[in-house]
């Protein structure tokens, strides 16, 4: 028997997670490889897929001490009802492949589910921004007031860089995406086995050719982890700038996704996008623990990147799905205070850029001598407590600038600072619909390509519960 310590703190837990998360992959994987065996000649190993998939169907045994993990529960009910079949399931099959094709399947579909929920954040972002093209908001860059742009070109800004985030994942996915299969304890087998067909059935792009890498590699969990950091860090940053927005009022979320106060009736806190922070701030927490479960242990089966990763993992994958749900519904339907970002912009000195521009096109001074033209007409306006829409054309030939009423109202005018931004990626409405189209466009094509992949992984699943799939051929799609 097993050490009571060592059931309490390793063999249980690790069968309830097993339990709880793998096992239909782990029966996936016992098929797959049993359906692989028949084809290749072993005598029972059609009867051990049949078998398989009545087992499947059947509530799951709870914990039983006197057995060490799911698998061997598994091997002994298998056993039971015909040994011949057990037997012949066993043949070139080590738990140590096994258990590496159950993770890859599991991080494949937990990836697929990450890639749909980013799918659809993107979706809600352009939907958004497709409604902001006119919306005047005032840029920042080091904390400060920078430039009039529009909420439109900001929230491009971020499905542009949550479409490169996607395209990693498809890059991980097709990492992941391969099977170990056949690799045994890590040496092979010398049974005649068809590594291409057992990872065809289970919709492998194809077998690891290295049976000791198959078993060893945790770099695609690292990966794995690192994508979801970046993508984490990439939406924490929105999130700040989404509760400064909601701090000045510019911002607010809808009654479902704020709480009030039990003193201040006044209170509208936006708590969605602080929980979806923290979510952030945690999967990005989490994937350290997998990066340093990975780090400094041998190059070959070893629990450190095996089951013990598998817990945080799930978490991981957890806090990232909560937080993206959150940030989506957050951004559905906020209500966005258009005059008083208007007013802001009207008010400060974010559109002085472009007097700056202004005096360069009518004097053709060069920018140099423009900027610095503009930088001491605003310390004027400092020492004498004035705002910039009180400039006047005195102002301006204080310095030395002619330009006509029309041609100052302009340069200080919000809405044509940004209409003027008309070079690619600019924030102009007229550039801006384009981007949209181009930003639309693209996430179509992750759409379609998001359900082929769907649809194979589906399929491969359909086959091997024996759902009347007699063949599972051009799965490869």
């Known amino acids: ?41 072993v005598t029972h190993a059609a009867e051990a897929a049949r078998l398989l998939r009545d087992i499947r169907r059947e509530p799951f045994p709870p914990y039983d001490p006197r057995v060490e993990d799911v698998f061997f529960t598994i091997d002994q009910k298998l056993a039971g009802l015909n040994p011949d079949a057990a037997g012949a399931m066993r043949t070139a099959l080590s738990r140590n492949d096994l258990d590496m094709t159950i993770y890859r399947l599991s991080a ?9 929920r980013l799918l659809t954040l993107r979706r809600t972002l352009l939907d958004f921004a497709e409604r902001e093209i006119d919306t005047v908001i005032v840029a920042y860059t080091h904390h400060q007031p920078a430039q009039p742009t529009t909420l439109a070109h900001y929230l491009t800004a971020v499905e542009n860089n949550l479409a490169r985030d996607t395209g990693r994942m498809f890059e991980a996915l097709s990492r992941v995406n391969l099977s170990p299969m056949g690799a045994v304890a890590l040496g092979g087998t010398s049974f005649p086995i068809d590594r291409y067909r057992t990872a065809e059935l289970l919709a492998f792009e194809r077998p690891i050719e290295n ?12 990966e794995v982890a690192s994508v979801i950091t970046i993508t984490s860090t990439t939406l924490s940053r929105v999130l700040h700038d989404m509760l400064f927005w909601a701090s000045r009022g510019l911002l607010s ?9 039990s003193v201040m009736p006044q209170k509208r806190n936006p708590v969605a996008l602080e929980h979806a922070r923290t979510k952030f701030s945690k999967a990005i927490g989490i994937t350290q623990s997998v990066i ?11 629990n450190d990147p095996g089951p013990d990763m598998q817990p945080p993992l799930s978490s991981m994958w957890q806090e990232f799905r909560e937080g993206v749900e959150l940030l989506t519904v957050s ?4 209500a966005i205070n258009r005059e008083k ?14 007097l700056a ?34 400039l006047t054309l005195a102002d301006l030939h204080g310095i030395g600038v002619e330009l006509t009423t029309t041609e100052l109202v302009s340069a200080l005018n919000p809405a044509e600072f940004i209409a003027r931004r008309t070079t690619l990626g600019g924030p102009a409405p007229s550039v801006m619909r384009g981007q949209l189209g181009e930003a639309s466009a693209r996430l179509r094509a992750d759409l379609e390509n998001h359900e082929r992949l769907t649809h194979r992984f589906m399929a491969s699943r359909a086959h091997l519960e024996g759902d009347g799939v007699q063949e599972c051929k051009g799965l490869r799609v």
């Not at 049976?211 to 690292?222: G, L």
């Not at 202004?358 to 423009?370: H, N, S, Y």
Request: proline share 4%.
């Open 253 to 261: 979320l809808e009654d479902g996704l704020v709480q009030g106060s």
């Open 292 to 302: 340093l479960s990975s780090h400094n242990v041998p190059f070959g089966d070893i």
């Open 357 to 390: 521009d202004a005096i360069t096109r009518k004097t053709g001074c060069g920018f140099r001598a423009a900027h610095g033209r503009v930088k001491a007409l605003l310390e004027q306006l400092h020492d004498q407590e004035r705002a910039v829409d009180t």
């Open 341 to 354: 970002w208007l007013r802001e912009a009207q008010l400060g000195e974010s559109p002085v850029t472009e």
């Open 1 to 41: 028997m097993w050490h009571d310590t060592y059931l309490k703190a390793v063999l249980q837990p690790d069968y309830t997670y097993a339990s709880e998360h793998l096992l239909p992959h782990l029966f996936d994987a016992l098929t797959a490889h049993s359906l692989m065996l028949d084809g290749v000649g």
């Open 108 to 116: 494949r579909l937990r990836l697929m589910r990450a890639l749909s």
């Open 331 to 334: 951004l559905s339907n906020p």
């Open 211 to 222: 049976t000791y890498d198959a078993v060893s590699a945790s770099d695609w969990q690292v």
